[in-house]
């Protein structure tokens, strides 16, 4: 997932032009002809008039873009959204299924084709995953897509059998009038002659077969077994396998390369120089590494990042003590603070974060006639469709894109340049190659040469009167932007404020009187990229955790003082009195165990999480973590379970041991043996409940990360009297 950023401010104006830098992939990528689309379905006519495949005269029966059903009784969901791990493709077929009413067990979902204008992301104008939108934008779209099947399929049922279409009924795949019956496969050839309905008839959710309910992904015993392909596991005629020795520094460049060595690794097939670094093609993944390790590159380096993270963090707190820009004013901060009878003072520090998902990455490429063909785990198919097509010089048409299931994501999939798409694209080119080429990461390529979640300073400032009201909230954020020199600058940068930067302080939903937040956008050598919740992951921690110390200070409950502040909006009460209840909040703990509290809005969903952690060997061990959701209508409240439950270990990991450091510009971790994430043996309990709703489906892949982490932290304050500031608690905790 872009995992990351709130989308729903993106508009037409995220493909305008500018000149050439790193967002010039982006803006070929989105093209001239991804502006917003503001409504609901595409239907089978305008899948025609864009030349998509269907066959409205045959067997094949496609009613609109997103379904197929064949005689051979498949309904086959075309999903427009890259699966990674999140579940979207049993999403979006439970979708189809309810509405189609057809039987669980006949749904196959398929990835749909690179077709920005049939399967554009409505949130963000091109076609993509992320910001935990797929659902949300797609929630009315595949219903009617379904639904508009079904009608078809009803008329074409009373046609054949002579009765009227409201004596038609259809139930678990089965068409049935009084004693004539038929599957949805049967009738498919005669319902693709009916004309699409315009509005198809939705039910509404008392009628509801699948919306709603608990049943098994439709990729888990696939996953299981180890049938699932994913792009490492393709293997194609003739294909060679190439792997990328890249600058160690970020900005280095090619000087010079002595390939002598790597050339006589057995299986080797030839080394190039591209303007990203130097590829070796082999026969084997095996002699494509061993090879790369026996080359012998001279770096320029004079325009390369130098510094080390101490230094950066340094440069960082200097500007944290000076004026930013104003993200928001509201009163006088300055001298709501003057007055005040009491002052906290804090300043966190928060590290690079690598996305790590267990698959890294990687592409196959085969460029043949004039045409591009890959496979790959796309998540942003219209920007790598466009960047591919810009180093061929061919027509974005002319890439074709064999979405794959992809092993993780958390953003990383999704970059502005599609970085690894375009190392192999160039290595294909620059060798002049038609067979095909898989591009490899290992793990340590992802760790010491990927994008990152960016370091950020942030000092905060807060007067309270003598009964412990809040009297002045100052705010100063330090860090890179993410999005300022790509295509989705103009959306989300307003007026020099990057909102991906401030979002979860700058609109918090708190009742704070003369509130200023302020914020410097640096410049760093490692690329900044969205990460599982984006901004959110760092502005949760700082705001809950200084609520948090609010009211300790003020001797005030926590969740008492948070619903004082919050009095103006029910979603956020409703999932902090639920998490409260159900975490037994009024209820004493087991000696030496400690509660923390946190919740936190982000990509329109609601959170809150208790914590419950004991100190051991002078670590905290979180044993217990009660999280309450309300992220709309529940599509399919097991998943968003395992969402909130994969969110909950993928934060607590990140808090308690993640960080990537630099020497003289150089990464110092490169695997999981330095680069920690959480152990199986430290994932607590996780108990997920879910707020019933009749509002629109918001996001859930990426709204449980950003409570937990000031959650553990508060429970820490409440067990050791210290406040962590510094992450992660590996190197902010201090104890003994």
């Given at each position: 997932?872009?995992?990351?950023?709130?989308?729903?401010?993106?508009?037409t104006?995220?493909?305008?032009a500018?000149?050439?830098?790193?967002r010039?992939?982006?803006?070929?990528a989105?093209?001239?002809?991804?502006?917003?689309?503001?409504?609901?379905?595409?239907?089978?006519?305008?899948?025609?008039?864009?030349?998509?495949?269907?066959?409205?005269?045959?067997?094949?029966?496609?009613?609109?873009?997103?379904?197929?059903?064949?005689?051979?009784?498949?309904?086959?969901?075309?999903v427009?959204?890259?699966?990674?791990g999140?579940?979207?493709?049993?999403?979006?077929?439970t979708?189809?299924?309810?509405?189609?009413?057809?039987?669980?067990?006949?749904?196959?979902?398929?990835?749909?084709?690179?077709?920005?204008?049939?399967?554009?992301?409505f949130?963000?104008?091109?076609?993509?995953?992320?910001?935990?939108?797929?659902?949300?934008?797609?929630?009315?779209?595949?219903?009617?897509?379904?639904?508009?099947?079904r009608?078809?399929?009803?008329?074409?049922a009373?046609?054949?059998?002579?009765?009227a279409?409201?004596?038609?009924?259809?139930a678990?795949?089965?068409?049935?009038s009084?004693?004539?019956?038929a599957?949805?496969?049967?009738?498919?050839?005669?319902?693709?002659?009916?004309?699409?309905?315009?509005?198809?008839?939705l039910k509404?959710p008392?009628q509801?077969?699948?919306?709603g309910?608990?049943?098994?992904?439709l990729?888990?015993?696939?996953?299981t077994?180890g049938?699932?392909?994913?792009?490492q596991d393709v293997?194609?005629?003739d294909?060679?396998?190439?792997?990328?020795?890249?600058?160690p520094k970020?900005?280095?460049t090619?000087?010079?390369?002595?390939?002598?060595?790597?050339?006589?690794?057995?299986?080797?097939?030839?080394?190039?120089?591209?303007?990203?670094?130097?590829?070796?093609?082999?026969?084997?993944?095996?002699?494509?590494?061993?090879?790369?390790?026996?080359?012998e590159?001279?770096?320029?380096?004079?325009k390369?990042?130098?510094?080390?993270?101490?230094?950066?963090?340094?440069?960082?707190?200097?500007?944290?003590?000076?004026?930013?820009?104003?993200?928001?004013?509201?009163?006088d901060?300055?001298?709501g603070?003057?007055?005040a009878?009491?002052?906290?003072?804090?300043t966190?520090?928060?590290p690079?974060?690598?996305?790590?998902?267990?698959?890294?990455?990687?592409?196959?490429?085969?460029?043949?006639?004039?045409?591009?063909?890959?496979?790959?785990?796309?998540?942003?198919?219209?920007?790598?469709?466009?960047?591919?097509?810009?180093?061929?010089?061919?027509?974005?048409?002319?890439?074709?894109?064999?979405?794959l299931?992809?092993g993780?994501?958390f953003?990383?999939r999704?970059?502005y340049?599609?970085?690894y798409?375009?190392?192999?694209?160039?290595?294909?080119?620059v060798?002049?190659?038609?067979?095909?080429?898989k591009?490899i990461?290992?793990?340590?390529?992802d760790?010491?040469?990927?994008?990152y979640?960016?370091v950020?300073?942030?000092?905060?400032?807060v007067?309270?009167?003598?009964?412990?009201?809040?009297?002045?909230?100052?705010?100063?954020?330090?860090?890179?932007?993410?999005?300022?020199g790509?295509?989705?600058?103009?959306a989300i940068?307003?007026?020099?404020?990057?909102?991906?930067?401030?979002?979860?302080?700058?609109?918090?939903?708190?009742?704070?009187?003369?509130?200023?937040?302020?914020?410097?956008?640096?410049?760093?050598?490692?690329?900044?990229?969205?990460?599982?919740s984006?901004?959110?992951?760092?502005?949760?921690?700082?705001?809950?955790?200084?609520?948090?110390?609010?009211?300790?200070?003020?001797?005030?409950?926590p969740?008492?003082?948070?619903?004082?502040?919050?009095?103006?909006?029910?979603?956020?009460?409703?999932v902090l009195?639920?998490?409260a209840?159900?975490?037994?909040?009024?209820?004493?703990?087991?000696?030496?165990v400690?509660?923390?509290?946190?919740v936190?809005e982000?990509?329109?969903?609601?959170?809150?999480?208790?914590?419950?952690?004991?100190?051991?060997?002078?670590?905290?061990?979180?044993?217990?973590?009660?999280?309450?959701?309300?992220?709309?209508?529940?599509?399919?409240?097991?998943?968003?379970?395992?969402?909130?439950?994969?969110?909950?270990?993928?934060?607590?990991?990140?808090?308690l041991?993640?960080?990537?450091?630099?020497?003289?510009?150089?990464i110092?971790?490169?695997?999981?043996d330095?680069?920690?994430?959480?152990?199986?043996?430290?994932?607590?309990?996780?108990?997920v409940?879910?707020?019933?709703?009749?509002?629109?489906?918001?996001?859930?892949?990426?709204?449980?990360?950003?409570?937990?982490?000031p959650a553990?932290?508060?429970?820490v304050?409440?067990?050791?009297?210290?406040?962590?500031?510094?992450?992660?608690?590996?190197?902010?905790l201090?104890l003994?």
């Amino acid at each position: 997932m872009f995992g990351q950023m709130d989308l729903s401010r993106f508009n037409t104006r995220a493909h305008e032009a500018f000149p050439l830098d790193r967002r010039n992939f982006v803006q070929l990528a989105l093209g001239t002809g991804a502006g917003l689309i503001i409504g609901g379905w595409v239907p089978a006519s305008a899948a025609r008039a864009e030349g998509a495949a269907t066959t409205s005269e045959s067997a094949s029966g496609i009613f609109t873009p997103y379904v197929k059903i064949t005689p051979d009784n498949v309904v086959t969901v075309l999903v427009k959204h890259q699966d990674k791990g999140q579940g979207i493709a049993t999403g979006l077929s439970t979708l189809v299924a309810d509405e189609l009413d057809a039987d669980w067990a006949q749904i196959h979902p398929e990835f749909a084709p690179a077709n920005v204008e049939l399967y554009k992301n409505f949130a963000f104008g091109v076609q993509g995953t992320g910001g935990s939108t797929a659902i949300a934008n797609s929630f009315e779209q595949y219903r009617k897509a379904g639904a508009a099947a079904r009608e078809m399929i009803t008329q074409a049922a009373a046609k054949r059998w002579g009765v009227a279409p409201e004596t038609v009924k259809v139930a678990k795949g089965v068409v049935s009038s009084g004693s004539n019956s038929a599957t949805l496969g049967e009738l498919a050839a005669e319902a693709a002659t009916i004309p699409v309905p315009k509005e198809p008839k939705l039910k509404t959710p008392d009628q509801f077969t699948y919306i709603g309910k608990s049943f098994p992904r439709l990729d888990s015993v696939a996953k299981t077994t180890g049938a699932r392909i994913y792009t490492q596991d393709v293997q194609l005629p003739d294909m060679l396998v190439a792997t990328l020795a890249r600058p160690p520094k970020f900005g280095g460049t090619v000087k010079s390369v002595d390939d002598k060595a790597a050339r006589a690794v057995k299986g080797v097939v030839d080394v190039v120089t591209t303007s990203r670094g130097v590829a070796v093609l082999a026969k084997t993944t095996y002699a494509a590494i061993r090879a790369r390790d026996q080359l012998e590159i001279t770096w320029d380096e004079s325009k390369a990042e130098a510094r080390s993270t101490d230094a950066l963090i340094a440069d960082y707190k200097a500007l944290a003590e000076k004026p930013g820009q104003i993200a928001r004013k509201e009163g006088d901060a300055e001298g709501g603070i003057a007055k005040a009878d009491k002052v906290i003072e804090a300043t966190y520090i928060f590290p690079f974060l690598a996305h790590a998902p267990m698959e890294p990455m990687n592409c196959v490429l085969q460029f043949k006639d004039g045409k591009a063909t890959m496979w790959t785990g796309s998540q942003l198919q219209t920007v790598d469709q466009n960047v591919t097509a810009h180093i061929f010089g061919i027509k974005p048409e002319d890439v074709i894109i064999n979405t794959l299931w992809a092993g993780g994501s958390f953003g990383r999939r999704g970059v502005y340049d599609s970085d690894y798409i375009a190392e192999t694209a160039e290595i294909v080119k620059v060798t002049g190659r038609t067979e095909p080429i898989k591009l490899i990461w290992t793990r340590e390529d992802d760790i010491k040469g990927g994008y990152y979640r960016p370091v950020y300073v942030h000092k905060v400032r807060v007067g309270l009167d003598k009964d412990g009201a809040v009297t002045g909230w100052h705010h100063r954020i330090v860090g890179q932007s993410i999005v300022t020199g790509t295509a989705f600058e103009s959306a989300i940068v307003k007026d020099g404020i990057d909102g991906t930067s401030v979002e979860g302080v700058s609109d918090t939903p708190y009742a704070i009187p003369n509130m200023q937040v302020e914020l410097h956008t640096t410049q760093a050598g490692p690329r900044p990229l969205w990460w599982r919740s984006v901004g959110h992951t760092h502005t949760a921690y700082v705001m809950e955790t200084m609520i948090d110390e609010v009211a300790a200070v003020s001797g005030k409950d926590p969740v008492a003082f948070r619903l004082s502040l919050l009095e103006k909006y029910p979603r956020h009460t409703g999932v902090l009195k639920l998490a409260a209840e159900k975490a037994g909040w009024d209820k004493p703990l087991p000696e030496g165990v400690f509660r923390g509290v946190a919740v936190h809005e982000s990509f329109k969903s609601f959170v809150a999480e208790v914590a419950e952690v004991k100190i051991v060997d002078g670590k905290p061990k979180v044993q217990r973590v009660v999280a309450a959701v309300d992220c709309g209508i529940a599509v399919n409240p097991d998943n968003i379970k395992a969402q909130v439950e994969g969110g909950v270990g993928f934060g607590l990991g990140a808090v308690l041991h993640s960080k990537v450091t630099m020497k003289d510009g150089v990464i110092d971790q490169g695997n999981f043996d330095t680069y920690e994430v959480l152990r199986f043996n430290e994932m607590p309990h996780v108990e997920v409940h879910i707020v019933p709703s009749a509002e629109v489906p918001t996001g859930i892949g990426e709204p449980g990360v950003p409570p937990i982490g000031p959650a553990v932290a508060n429970a820490v304050a409440v067990g050791t009297g210290q406040r962590v500031r510094v992450l992660p608690f590996a190197d902010g905790l201090k104890l003994g």
